[in-house]
C-alpha cells in the first residue's frame, strides 16, 4: 500500500501541516514531515477536511442504470469530497429486503470509491402499508441502519410509531420524506406568490410541517430517534428548533439546493428546477441557513436525484422531480456558508461529516483529522471558482441546477482509508 | 401624359444644396392639386358617355380611392376641389394596402390604418386610385389586388401627386401633379397639412 | 412586440393596443365583403398543436390563419406521434424541420409554451397551457369590452368563478391591468390561488356586493367535479352564491355587459336567460376571437420592423 505525505495543507484550515498516511490510516500530523519512500502530495493553500458523508443520494442502480449506476454515482461523490454515501431505497426493485440492500453494498465495494451504505425502505414497496423486514436488512451483510421510504412519506401515522419503535432494536433511525400526500396532490412547486402566477399547483409549506411536528411528537413519545429529510421551510427549522429544545432525539438535514435556489427559477418553467420538497422563497432559504449554522439542521444531505434527459426535457408537470448534488453540495455550502461567515471549516466538517456519520451509525467515517484515525479524508482549494458545466460531470445525468452557474471551491484530492479515489482533480477509477 | 412632364427648374435649389428649401412649396402643391381637379374632371366627362358637355355628367360614377397615409386626405382635397369648380359632391374611400404588401418580410408589421368604402360600394365605378408619389409601384399592385377583393369597378385610373421614376413594374400613373426625376439614393417626401402640419415636397439624399 | 405571445405580461400597454386597434382595422377593412381572405400571409405555415381537446380554440385560429392566406396544418395529440409517447421536445424539432413560421399551442401543463420557444425558431403562440394563460382570450375579451363601452381605462370589470384553475382568468387579469382596467375576482375563497394577493386586482367572496359597482361581468367555467374535491359543497350551493341569474343580472347598471369564453354551463355558473340576454356579448366574443387572432398573427409573421 502507497504511503503518502501531504505537504502543507490546512487542517479544517488552521495553520498549514503535514499529513503522513499510512497503511489506511493518518500515521501522523505535524511539521516538516519526513518520510522516505512516501509520495508526496502538495497541498500548499489547501483545506484538509474528513472526508465528507452523505445521508441522502439517489445511486438508481438497480432499476435505472440509465440515469446512474452505484459505480457513476460513487464516482460524482468521490469528485465531490464524499468518503460514503447512503444509497435511497426507491430502486426497481425497491431496497426493501436484505437481497437487494446487499447487492447495492457490494456494488459499492466494486467500485471502491466510497463507501456505499444501503438505506433500507421501511415499508415493503415503499407503499406505506406494511414494515418491511427492517431487522434482517439491520443484521445483513450491508448493516443497514437508516430506513427510508424517501420519495414517499410513511404517511399512516400508526404506520410511523411503529417503524420508530421497531428500530430502537438495532439503533436504527427513520428518516422521514415529511410530506402529507393529501395536501400535495399533483403539487408541482411552492405554493405562494409564483405558483399563483405560474398555474402550477401548490406544494404548501403546511404539508411538510405538520408531519414533521407529528413525527417529532411520536419519538418524543416512543423514545425513539427520527431523522428528517430535506428540511425545506421556515416553519420547520422552528419546529426542529422547539423539538431539540424539550430533547426529542431528532435531526435533520438540508440540500444543497435549499440552500441557494428559490421558486423564482420555477418561472423558466425548466424541469431542472423540480425537485420535491420544492425549492421554496427567500424567507425559507434565510431560515435553513441560520439552522445550519446554529445546529438545529445537522446535516447536508443531497438528495443527489439523477435523472435520464428524456425525463427532464419535457413539459414541467410531466418531468421528474430532483435534481445533481454530489459534486456540487460542497462549493455551495462554501458559497452559502462559509463565505458569507456563517460557518467556519470545522462547522463544515460537522455538518458534512462528522453529524451525518453519527446519525447513520457509520464506523471510520466523520472521525477528527487525528493520527490513528482512518485516512478518510479530502483536500479542497478554496480560492478556485468556476461555472458549473453540466457536460463535465461524471454522474450519468445532465440534471444539475447550477448549470452555468460559477460556484467557488474545488475538490483537489479524496482519500478513503488512505487510497486516493480523486486526485488532481480526477477520479483515480 | 396629360401633365407637366419635366425636371423641376422653377429656381428650386438642387437637392444637393446643403440647406435646401422645399422643391414645391404650398401654393405649387395647391396649383397642382387644382389643375388635378380640372383633369378628373374631364377624364369623369369622358369615361361615362363619350359625350362630354359641361364635364360633370360623369363625376357620379368617379369614386376617389386614397391609399393611407397622404393619399387619403389627398384624395379627399381633390373630391373638395372638384365640388368648388363643378358643383358635384364626388364620393371619397381610403384603402388601406398594409396587408396586401408583398415586402413585410423586410420592411417589418406596421399599424394598420382604416378602410372605407362608399356606402354603394366599388361596383362598376369609375375607380380613380390617389398616392402622393409614385416609385416602384408596388403600393398601386397592392392597391390593385385590394380592390379586386373589395368588388369589381368599371374601370381603375391612377393620380399621383409626385412621380419620382424608377419603376419595378408594368405601372404608368393616368394624372401626375408632377415629374420629378431622382436617383434612388435621393428620398422624396411629400407633407400634407393634414398628416405632417405643412404642404410642401422636398427631395433630399439619403446617406447610404 | 416580442417574438413569442406566451403570457399577457409579454404585452405592453402600446403593444395590446396595437393588437387591438390592428383587429379593428382589420374587421372594417372585412366588413360586407365577398372575399374575407387577405394575401398577407401567403406561404407561411402555421401548425395548430393541440394537446388538449378545443374545438373552439384551434377552429378560431385556423380561420385566423387561413383569412391571412398562411398555410394551416392541424396536428392534435389524439392520433399522432405524441400519442405515441413522442416528448414535446422531438415534436417541436419536428416542425421546426418542417419550416413552421407559427407554432399555435394548446397543452394541458403549464408552461409547455414556454418550453416550446426554446426549441422552434417561429413564433409560439400560446392557446391556452394548463392552469396557466390563454393571452388571446383576453386579449379578445379586451376588444369586446372595447367595442362595447367604447374604452378600457377605469372600466371595473369583475372576473367571478374558478380562478384558481382558469387561465382565461390570469390572463384577463394581466392584460385589463396593462390596460388601464380595474378588476375584482370574485369566488369562494377556494377557488383563488393562494398567493392571490400579489396580483394586481381586487378580491371579494361577495358576487351580490360587487356586481353593482361593476361595467363587466365575466364569468367563468365551473367544472361540477371540482365539488369532489371539496372546492366547494355541492352545484346547487355554488350556483346559488356565485352563479349568475336573472334576478342578480337586475343589481347591474344598465350598460353593464355579461361576458363568457364558453364554454358554458348554463344552470351553474350563469342562467339561459343571461346568456341570451342583450347585456351578454358571448356570441360578439367568438367573431372578435378570429379577428384579434388575425392581428396576433399578423404582427408575430408579418416581419419584425428593422
Known amino acids: 500500500m502507497t504511503t503518502y505525505l501531504i505537504k502543507g495543507a490546512r487542517p479544517l484550515g488552521g495553520d498549514p501541516a503535514d499529513i503522513l498516511v499510512k497503511d489506511g490510516r493518518i500515521a501522523a500530523i505535524g511539521d516538516s514531515l519526513d518520510a522516505t519512500g512516501a509520495e508526496v502530495v502538495e497541498a500548499a493553500g489547501l483545506i484538509a477536511l474528513p472526508g465528507l458523508v452523505d445521508l441522502h443520494t439517489h445511486l438508481r442502480e438497480p432499476g435505472r442504470e440509465d440515469a446512474e449506476t452505484v459505480e457513476t454515482g460513487s464516482r460524482a461523490a468521490a469528485l465531490g469530497g464524499f468518503t460514503a454515501v447512503h444509497a435511497m431505497a426507491n430502486t426497481d426493485p425497491v431496497a426493501d429486503t436484505a437481497g437487494v440492500v446487499e447487492q447495492v453494498w457490494r456494488l459499492g465495494q466494486e467500485a471502491g470509491l466510497v463507501d456505499v451504505v444501503p438505506v433500507g425502505a421501511v415499508t415493503v414497496g415503499l407503499k406505506g402499508e406494511r414494515l418491511a423486514e427492517l431487522g434482517a436488512m439491520a443484521d445483513s451483510a450491508a448493516r443497514v441502519r437508516v430506513f427510508s421510504d424517501d420519495g414517499h412519506c410513511v404517511a399512516d401515522p400508526a404506520l410511523m410509531r411503529r417503524a420508530l419503535e421497531y428500530v430502537k432494536a438495532f439503533d436504527g433511525v427513520v428518516a422521514q420524506h415529511a410530506e402529507e400526500p393529501r395536501l400535495t396532490v399533483g403539487a408541482q412547486m411552492h405554493e405562494g406568490d409564483r405558483s399563483a402566477k405560474l398555474g402550477l399547483t401548490g406544494w404548501p409549506a403546511a404539508a411538510e410541517e405538520a408531519i414533521i411536528a407529528r413525527d417529532v411528537l411520536l419519538a418524543e413519545h416512543v423514545g425513539a430517534r427520527l431523522h428528517v429529510c430535506h428540511v425545506s421551510t421556515a416553519g420547520s427549522v422552528d419546529i426542529l428548533r422547539w423539538a431539540k429544545s424539550r430533547g426529542v432525539q431528532v435531526t435533520a438535514e438540508v440540500t444543497p439546493h435549499h440552500l441557494l435556489l428559490t421558486d423564482a427559477c420555477a418561472e423558466s418553467y425548466d424541469p431542472v428546477f423540480k425537485v420535491n420538497p420544492p425549492l421554496r422563497t427567500d ?140 486526485l488532481d482533480g480526477k477520479a483515480q477509477k | 401624359m396629360a401633365s407637366s412632364t419635366q425636371p423641376a427648374r422653377n429656381g428650386a435649389p438642387s437637392s444637393g444644396d446643403p440647406s435646401p428649401g422645399p422643391l414645391l412649396s404650398a401654393a405649387d402643391v395647391a396649383r397642382m392639386v387644382d389643375r388635378m381637379a380640372h383633369q378628373l374632371i374631364e377624364r369623369a366627362a369622358a369615361a361615362d358617355t363619350g359625350t362630354p358637355d359641361d364635364g360633370t355628367a360623369g363625376l357620379s360614377g368617379l369614386v376617389l380611392v386614397g391609399i393611407p397615409t397622404r393619399g387619403a386626405p389627398l384624395a379627399r382635397r381633390l373630391a373638395a376641389r372638384i365640388e368648388a369648380f363643378s358643383g358635384v359632391a364626388v364620393d371619397v374611400a381610403t384603402v388601406d394596402i398594409t396587408l396586401y404588401r408583398d415586402d413585410l418580410r423586410r420592411r417589418g408589421v406596421r399599424a394598420l390604418e382604416p378602410t372605407v368604402l362608399p356606402d354603394g360600394g366599388i361596383d362598376d365605378r369609375l375607380v380613380v386610385l390617389v398616392d402622393d408619389v409614385l416609385y416602384s409601384g408596388r403600393s398601386v399592385r397592392a392597391a390593385l389586388d385590394a380592390l379586386r377583393d373589395l368588388g369589381r369597378p368599371r374601370s381603375v385610373q391612377l393620380a399621383v401627386l409626385v412621380d419620382r421614376g424608377h419603376r419595378e413594374l408594368p405601372i404608368r400613373a393616368d394624372l401626375v401633379g408632377k415629374n420629378l426625376p431622382t436617383s434612388r439614393s435621393q428620398k422624396v417626401s411629400v407633407r400634407l397639412e393634414e398628416t405632417d402640419g405643412v404642404d410642401e415636397v422636398t427631395v433630399t439624399e439619403v446617406d447610404q | 412586440m416580442k417574438r413569442h405571445l406566451l403570457e399577457a405580461a409579454d404585452l405592453d400597454r402600446d403593444d395590446a393596443t396595437l393588437v387591438l386597434d390592428t383587429a379593428a382595422q382589420i374587421d372594417q377593412a372585412l366588413a360586407g365583403r365577398e372575399v374575407k381572405k ?151 375563497p377556494t377557488l383563488l390561488p393562494v398567493g392571490v394577493g400579489s396580483w394586481p386586482a381586487e378580491v371579494s367572496y361577495d358576487l351580490d356586493a360587487v356586481l353593482p359597482k361593476v361595467d363587466v361581468v ?59 340576454s342583450a347585456r351578454s356579448t358571448i356570441v360578439e366574443q367568438v367573431a372578435n376571437g378570429v379577428s384579434t387572432r388575425m392581428a396576433v398573427l399578423y404582427l408575430l409573421l408579418g416581419g419584425s420592423p428593422q
Open chain 3, 38 to 188: 387577405l394575401p398577407t400571409l401567403r406561404g407561411r405555415t402555421v401548425v395548430n398543436l393541440f394537446y388538449e381537446d378545443s374545438t373552439r380554440t384551434r377552429i378560431s385560429f385556423e380561420l385566423a390563419a387561413k383569412r391571412l392566406s398562411a398555410d394551416v396544418i392541424n396536428f392534435s395529440a389524439k392520433g399522432s406521434s405524441v400519442s405515441k409517447g413522442e416528448s414535446l421536445k422531438d415534436t417541436a424539432l419536428t416542425l421546426e424541420a418542417m419550416g413552421a413560421d407559427a407554432v399555435v399551442v394548446r397543452h394541458w401543463a403549464s408552461g409547455a409554451p414556454h418550453r416550446l420557444a426554446h426549441w422552434v425558431r417561429g413564433s409560439v403562440v400560446n392557446a391556452g397551457d394548463g392552469t396557466h394563460e390563454h393571452p388571446t382570450q383576453a386579449l379578445l375579451d379586451a376588444y369586446t369590452i372595447r367595442q362595447r363601452l367604447g374604452r378600457l381605462e377605469g372600466v371595473r370589470v369583475a372576473v367571478v368563478g374558478d380562478v384558481l384553475h382558469s387561465r382565461v382568468a390570469r390572463s384577463n387579469v394581466g392584460l385589463l391591468h396593462t390596460l388601464g382596467a380595474e378588476v375584482t375576482l370574485v369566488a369562494p
Open chain 3, 218 to 276: 365575466m364569468m367563468l367555467r365551473v367544472q361540477a367535479e371540482r365539488m369532489n374535491a371539496s372546492f366547494f359543497p355541492s352545484a346547487r350551493e355554488y350556483s346559488r352564491r356565485y352563479g349568475l341569474d336573472a334576478r342578480r343580472m337586475g343589481a347591474l347598471h344598465d350598460d353593464a355587459i355579461v361576458m363568457h369564453p364558453g364554454p358554458m354551463n348554463r344552470g351553474m355558473e350563469i342562467a339561459a336567460e343571461v346568456a341570451d
Open chain 1, 283 to 422: 424567507a425559507d432559504v434565510e431560515a435553513l441557513r441560520a439552522g445550519l449554522a446554529d445546529g438545529t439542521i445537522d446535516a447536508v444531505g443531497t438528495d443527489h436525484a439523477p435523472h435520464a434527459v428524456e425525463d427532464k426535457e419535457s413539459e414541467w408537470a410531466q418531468a421528474r422531480p430532483g435534481m445533481l448534488g454530489l459534486e456540487q453540495a460542497l462549493s455551495v455550502v462554501i458559497e452559502t456558508m462559509v463565505e458569507p461567515g456563517r460557518l467556519d471549516w470545522a462547522g463544515v466538517a460537522d455538518r458534512m461529516s462528522v453529524r451525518p456519520a453519527a446519525i447513520g451509525r457509520l464506523d471510520g467515517h466523520g472521525r477528527p483529522l487525528a493520527p490513528g484515525e482512518p485516512a478518510n479524508l479530502l483536500l479542497l482549494d478554496p480560492t478556485a471558482r468556476a461555472a458549473v458545466d453540466p457536460a463535465a460531470l461524471a454522474s450519468r445525468s445532465r440534471n444539475s441546477p447550477y448549470a452555468g452557474r460559477e460556484l467557488p471551491g474545488r475538490v483537489v484530492a479524496t482519500f478513503l482509508r488512505g487510497v486516493p479515489t480523486v
